[in-house]
């Protein structure tokens, strides 16, 4: 496998297979509605290897479902139960800790969707409230702001949780969207109450879900992502493997700037160098074939 002369000082590869592969999802295995080179092949070895592999994301305002489609679109049909989304697992953390709570969803349809047919009961009666979630919400409005901040500070009954710590969601191009923290922001500074827990990367609690019902060792696993902040500093946590790929928020000098303590086990500059180069030479791949 040849590297880019450029970051030939930075790529370090594994010469051996995990237990399993969490991967994120923009910018390490698509990047918009594209597949990143060597993704494919990558993926379908592992499955051909019968080694598990998840993907996340902290998007909130996508059923599961709809990242079945997009990578079924994409050419890489996926089973429901490997993605792992902030729907997933904050309706998995609540059913496993406050599985009777009476729940205000700041969130849009998805989410509100899975905690329905989780069981839960979702109202905007302050007086019954247990748990304020907010989430990255299009229709956040001065109403639920209020529903919040009586259930929390007026009846002092409900805490808050939050499905993600994001501050904006990037878009292609630029642009992009106020996320999560913004709506965290805005019941915090009424209430002067914080948030008690978050479900989303860098939050262990989003691996350990991720993992959920694989026979696996943690820190025989492998977490691959593009963002240093979140998908490494999250495996770093948790005391599992990470790999960080070159193909979208982190820059090769991010990496030349991080000291020991924040360094991935493994930097590739393509996705499908999780692959050992030995069998990469069985498999007779090279980075012109993907
Ligand atoms: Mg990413």
Redesign the pocket.
């Known amino acids: 496998m040849s590297s880019d002369t450029s970051t030939a000082d930075i790529i370090n590869v594994p010469t051996d297979f995990a237990q399993a592969y969490v991967f994120?999802?923009?910018?390490?295995i698509y990047l918009g509605d594209q597949l990143l080179p060597g993704a494919k092949r990558m993926i379908e070895e592992l499955r051909r290897r019968r080694i598990p592999v998840r993907f996340l994301s902290n998007n909130p305002t996508k059923d599961p479902e709809q990242y079945v489609e997009k990578l079924a679109k994409l050419g890489l049909p996926t089973d429901i139960e490997d993605i792992c989304n902030t729907v997933v697992t904050t309706t998995r953390w609540l059913k496993e800790n406050h599985p009777d709570a009476k729940l205000f969803p700041v969130a849009e349809e998805p989410l509100k969707r899975a905690l329905r047919k989780a069981g839960f009961t979702l109202t905007d009666d302050p007086s019954e409230i247990d748990i304020v979630i907010a989430s990255y919400d299009r229709t956040f409005d001065y109403h639920k702001l209020q529903v919040a901040f009586d259930a929390m500070w007026f009846y002092k009954r409900a805490f808050l949780i939050q499905t993600n710590p994001d501050h904006f969601c990037p878009f292609p191009g630029g642009r992009g969207e106020p996320d999560c923290a913004a709506v965290v922001a805005a019941i915090e500074a009424c209430t002067q109450m914080k948030s008690q827990v978050n479900l989303g990367k860098p939050s262990p609690i989003m691996l350990a879900e991720a993992l959920q019902g694989l026979d696996v060792e943690v820190s025989r696993c492998v977490m691959v992502?593009?963002?240093l902040q979140t998908?490494i500093q999250m495996a770093l946590d948790t005391g599992m493997g990470s790999a960080c790929v070159l193909t979208?928020?982190a820059t090769p000098d991010d990496i030349r700037g991080l000291d020991d303590a924040h360094h991935p086990t493994y930097v590739l500059d393509r996705v499908d160098q999780l692959i050992p180069a030995s069998a990469w030479r069985e498999l007779g791949w090279t980075e012109d074939n993907d």
């Open positions: 994120d999802l923009d910018g390490t992502g593009d963002r998908d979208g928020e």
